[in-house]
């Protein structure tokens, strides 16, 4: 399949584009973004035609697929005009800001909704599959104290660009708008039905930020399990990003780097799979989709209805959460 990878920042060129260039199927036939200086330094990677935005993709109808590494409040108008346009969309996470913004969804038949996979891309690794399995056999028993931790984009004084970006990510939302993306998918897979929130808290800790950095809730879900999340952003230091799962039986630890650890009255067990997270995961995702656009899924996988899940989750929080400042 020819592709065309739009957004060039450091998701695009650091994840999506090695797994695309990495899958013997996909042909990465243009590169789009609207900054010449991320163009420049996209051509030193791959050796293929530049292009400031998507129209110029369109244009070319040898593409027939579209990966978007864009930001989430430029996503649903961009996923929208390539899906009516005909093409397969892989587009990263959240899928909107916002629900209200993700109405701009509705518009599309359900046959285009078909070729819309989203970049939900750890639910992918197979350390989420194992975990699920435990679960599902009552490994560690019922009910469950869930405990997800993540604690991402530490402000580096030394990288001034990527502070400036983050803090610009604010004022589109703290970070459970983004990041909750992925937490609620995972626990949507690994606990099932639909979570009941029952409070939110949030902290701003620089009081010119544009939305409190650090936030999180407690959540219901079937079967009596408790769920207690938090996110992090901006802080010199950071705790460990982790997701573990404790019950009468046992405990259960997914760290940062995908490594499952299992702890019951029978010992510990430690769980690793092979390679990379980020390139397992986003090289899983790529297959997925490369089996969508190459008629062997009948269906995306996570799909549209998943990321608009995980994103009505993620508000909530954010408009129950009481912000001290």
């Not at 983004?178 to 009941?196: I, K, N, R, T």
């Not at 299992?262 to 067990?269: A, F, I, K, M, N």
Request: aromatic share 6%.
């Amino acid at each position: 399949m020819r592709v065309a990878l739009v957004g060039l920042g450091d998701i695009g060129l650091g994840a999506h584009l090695p797994a695309l260039l990495r899958h013997p199927e996909v042909d990465v036939a243009v590169l789009a973004d609207p900054s010449e200086p991320r163009r420049r330094l996209a051509a030193e990677h791959v050796p293929v035609r530049t292009v400031a935005g998507l129209d110029e993709v369109l244009d070319d109808p040898s593409v027939t697929a579209v990966v978007l590494a864009t930001p989430p409040w430029v996503t649903p108008d961009l996923a929208v005009r390539a899906l009516r346009a005909g093409r397969f969309v892989l587009a990263e996470k959240p899928v909107a800001t916002s629900t209200t913004a993700a109405a701009a969804y509705d518009v599309l038949t359900a046959g285009e909704r078909s070729r819309l996979q989203v970049g939900l891309t750890y639910r992918h690794d197979p350390a989420i599959e194992r975990l699920r399995e435990w679960l599902d056999r009552g490994v560690l028993g019922a009910p469950l104290l869930v405990r997800a931790h993540v604690y991402d984009e530490r402000r580096d004084p030394a990288n001034p660009e990527h502070t400036a970006r983050i803090r610009a990510t604010l004022e589109h939302g703290p970070p459970v708008v983004h990041e909750g993306a992925h937490v609620f998918d995972w626990l949507a897979c690994l606990l099932g039905g639909d979570p009941e929130l029952l409070d939110a808290w949030s902290l701003r800790t620089d009081p010119d930020f544009a939305s409190p950095n650090l936030i999180g809730a407690r959540l219901t879900y079937p079967k009596g399990t408790v769920a207690l999340v938090e996110f992090g952003w901006l802080a010199d230091a950071l705790p460990d990003t982790r997701l573990s799962v404790l019950g009468p039986r046992g405990h259960a630890v997914l760290d940062s780097r995908f490594r499952l650890t299992l702890s019951t009255v029978d010992g510990t067990e430690v769980v690793e799979f092979a390679g990379d997270r980020t390139e397992r995961c986003f090289d899983r995702q790529v297959s997925r989709f490369a089996d969508l656009v190459g008629g062997r899924r009948e269906l995306p996988e996570p799909d549209l209805a998943d990321g608009r899940a995980a994103l009505a989750i993620s508000e909530r929080i954010a408009a129950t959460a009481k912000d001290p400042a």
